[in-house]
């Protein structure tokens, strides 16, 4: 389907293990889809499969953007075809700072010769930054380096924003983070929604979905989607428990 | 030969084959392959060198045949070295040229591949560009020759000025110091002679480009610079070199001498094919409160064994060595520092950062010897090393001889990765495997960078980001 990102039927392992046994979602551009799961029941494997992570074999199935399987691509193509993913543990670089890894991904996405202005590029810059309220010292800070928990979050909403993806995918954006920092990165997260970003938010807990307000939520158990329903199913699960849902799962 | 081929081909947008050709060799002197006194005399004889040359050059072959390979700083590789296979002597036949319009076509050819700019062409005037043997173009910027600077190739250096030449030639670096100096002693051709008179401070820097451009030529360049009391000069000596099937052995001699407060900074940029053998051996003497400091990186070749150093002779003089070493796939980068003091007060500076790269290997060799007699010495030396992917090694041998109170020692090295991880970090913003590398290896070397002159730094950030392209399948 064009305008959205399909996952279909999608088996994958790591070292020889099966974690995602045949799962199924669509995301089409311009909702939320959440996704709730208990740790290990394989949110963040999902997330890295679809960006192509090199340790993960995918063993059936097809993840399609916009009509196009993306597997066997590169995983740096498919950032470029629009998917982004920020990371539940994102890397530290050192000696790279944000300003320059931000300029070199932007350039990387134009032909040669053709790179980005620094005057727009650093108006641009300081208008996101500005709307996750990060500091301007933070760009000649090197990424993600000696970083808090919440700054390394941010930073990864920052990219999101700089790199307008067709499809993002956020693995626990919200672990790590206090209220207001949730409150911020929610805000800033929901000024980018709209009809031209499909999201995928991964979460643990229901309270994220207080800010940012889900079209559409799966639960994730054993790495299949065992139920999908409107917002009111994140609540459901919260007071009822993921044992429901797991009882659901084997029923 | 392929590298022909190299030329010819049409989609030269890909600065990845750079340095990867070479020029019809019509060569009008050739020593032919081997080193006897025959060949010593065969040299002598076409650089109708003086007879004081000419037992000099005897006397290091001597020395060169005795001299076992080094056995303590060294590598099994040095074995693979086979010295009668080697041509010592080639040249164009003709004098160092004055003019840009007297430099022949393939030489202009050759700035043009090394893609050296508009301006910097123009800027040619101060440049020194040696062709093989000899200096193919050698010509002073007037402003320079006006301030009574001379800038000229060794061979006439030595002819032209035999005063100030014959007082350093050599003793910076005896002949016998190592196996490759008294080789170079032997055989060498090229290489520049720079004198800075008193209180002169050259403002632009004088640069040189080597390249070598005949299969199985090994190159000898000798450096001989003298920066005179209260006198400055930065140099840059460059060379990006063809690919060849065979090996490929370059042992140059390069000495400094910095008189009291002066001020002398040697920068090079190197980038060898991986066939090479590059033996070199750096040193500095640095008389009261003067100050050397050699900026050196080193890309490429199969072996480099290089440890610029500083004799630091007068009370308050300073050396410094910066350096950054990228062995790629196959490659030994064997490099490192020597700082010994010799008077009171005297410091040094050594940073060193080195790259591994898959099969490649950076070992890191420092010496700082402060004997127990000298007071208020100080030394600080930081070795960081990189490693990309895990079959990268890396050593370490900072022997620090310090001896008696009253001087101080700071030490610190570090080993970092990176990781399969950091490198899914960036590809998935976007950036291609080589591009995620080249940044690593930029952020890991900036902070050092940063102190080089601007225009080589860029240079060498676009060194780094070929050799990143290349090292990925
Ligand atoms: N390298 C690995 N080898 C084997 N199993 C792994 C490896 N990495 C993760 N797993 C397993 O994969 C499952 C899913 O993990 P993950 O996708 O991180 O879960 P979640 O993000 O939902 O917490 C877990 O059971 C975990 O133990
Ligand atoms: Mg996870």
């Known amino acids: 389907m064009k305008n959205s990102l399909e996952i279909k039927g999608l088996k994958a392992s790591i070292n020889g293990t099966e974690i995602l046994h045949g799962l199924n979602l669509t995301i089409p551009k311009g909702e939320v889809h959440a996704i709730m799961g208990k740790n290990g029941s ?15 074999e995918v063993t059936g199935g097809d993840v399609l953007l916009d009509g196009k399987t993306i597997l066997g691509l590169d995983p740096d193509v498919r950032a470029r075809e629009g998917l982004f993913l920020a990371f539940q543990y994102p890397s530290e670089i050192p000696g790279v700072t944000i300003a320059n890894f931000m300029r070199a991904a932007l350039n990387a996405r134009r032909p040669e010769g053709q790179e980005v202005d620094a005057v727009e590029y650093y108006n641009e810059l300081y208008k996101k930054m500005d709307l996750l309220k ?60 709209g009809p031209k970003m499909g999201i995928l938010v991964i979460t643990h807990y229901q309270r994220l979905l207080d800010y940012i307000v889900p079209d559409v939520v799966h639960v994730m158990v054993d790495g299949r989607i065992v139920k999908s329903g409107s917002k009111e199913l994140a609540l459901e699960m919260e007071k009822k428990g993921y044992d429901w849902v797991e009882n659901l799962a084997t029923a | 030969m392929s590298e022909v081929t190299t030329l010819e081909k049409p989609d030269l947008k890909i600065d990845q084959d750079e340095g990867n050709f070479s020029y019809p060799e019509d060569y009008a002197f050739d020593a032919g392959t081997g080193l006897t006194e025959k060949t010593i005399d065969y040299i002598c004889d076409v650089k109708e060198d003086p007879d004081w040359v000419r037992e000099f050059r005897k006397k290091a072959l001597r020395i060169f045949r005795e001299k076992p390979l080094p056995t303590h700083w060294a590598s099994k590789d ?24 007297e430099v022949p076509d393939d030489v202009k050819r050759t700035f043009e591949r090394l893609g050296i ?50 007082k350093w030639f050599g003793k910076v670096i005896p002949t016998a110091d190592n196996k490759f100096s008294a080789l170079n002693s032997a055989v060498f051709s090229g290489g520049s002679f720079i004198y800075v008179p008193k209180g002169v401070k050259v403002k632009h820097p ?7 451009n005949a299969e199985n030529f090994g190159q000898f360049e000798r450096t001989l610079i003298i920066v005179d009391e209260g006198a400055e000069l930065t140099y840059m000596e460059g060379c990006t070199a063809p690919k060849f099937d065979s090996v490929t052995l370059h042992s140059a001699v390069v000495e400094l001498v910095a008189m009291k407060g002066a001020k002398l900074q040697y920068i090079t940029v190197q980038n060898w094919s991986p066939n090479v053998f590059n033996l070199v051996t750096k040193r500095g003497l640095a008389h009261e409160e003067s100050e050397i400091k050699w900026i050196d990186c080193n890309i490429g070749s199969r072996l480099t064994m290089k440890y610029p150093g500083v004799i630091l002779k007068g009370r308050k003089a300073r050396g410094e060595v910066l350096s950054i070493a990228l062995a790629n796939n196959g490659q030994h980068q064997d490099t490192g520092a020597k700082m010994i003091h010799a008077a009171d007060e005297t410091t040094s500076n050594i940073i060193s950062k080195s790259i591994s790269i898959g099969s490649g290997r950076a070992t890191y060799r420092g010496l700082v010897h402060i004997p127990r007699h000298l007071k208020g010495c100080k030394n600080n030396t930081e070795c960081d090393a990189l490693l990309i992917n895990t079959e990268s090694r890396t050593d370490t041998y900072p022997a620090i001889v310090t001896r008696g109170e009253g001087n101080s020692v700071q030490h610190e090295a570090s080993v970092s990765k ?13 950036l291609s495997e080589g591009q995620a590398m080249s940044l690593s290896v930029n952020g890991f070397v900036n902070e050092l960078v940063r102190q080089f002159p601007m225009e080589y730094s860029v240079e060498l950030k676009r060194l780094i980001d070929l050799e990143m392209e290349g090292s990925v399948g």
């Open chain 1, 134 to 193: 990060i500091d301007r010292s933070f760009t000649s800070r090197a990424v993600n380096d000696g970083f808090s928990g919440g700054e390394k979050k941010k930073n990864e909403i920052l990219q999101m924003a700089m790199l307008e993806p067709k499809y993002a995918v956020l693995d626990e954006t919200d672990s790590g983070l206090d209220i207001d920092a949730l409150k911020i990165v929610s805000h800033g997260v929901n000024s980018l929604r």
């Open chain 2, 117 to 166: 700019p508009e301006k910097e062409r123009a800027f040619l005037a101060g440049v020194e560009a040696q062709f093989d043997s000899e200096a193919a173009y050698s010509n002073i910027k007037k402003a320079v020759a006006e301030q009574g600077v001379i800038f000229v190739g060794s061979r006439e250096g030595l002819k032209e000025h035999p005063e100030i030449f014959r």
């Open chain 1, 42 to 56: 394989g949110k963040s494997t999902l997330a890295k499969v679809m960006a192509g992570h090199p340790d993960y």
């Open chain 2, 78 to 101: 040095l074995e693979n070295i086979h010295f009668d296979d080697f041509r010592y002597y080639l040249s164009k036949g003709a004098k160092p040229k004055r003019t840009w319009d």
């Open chain 2, 206 to 212: 004088l640069q040189a480009y080597f390249r070598i």
């Open chain 2, 418 to 430: 990176v990781s399969a991880e950091q490198i899914f970090y960036m590809q998935q913003r976007g």
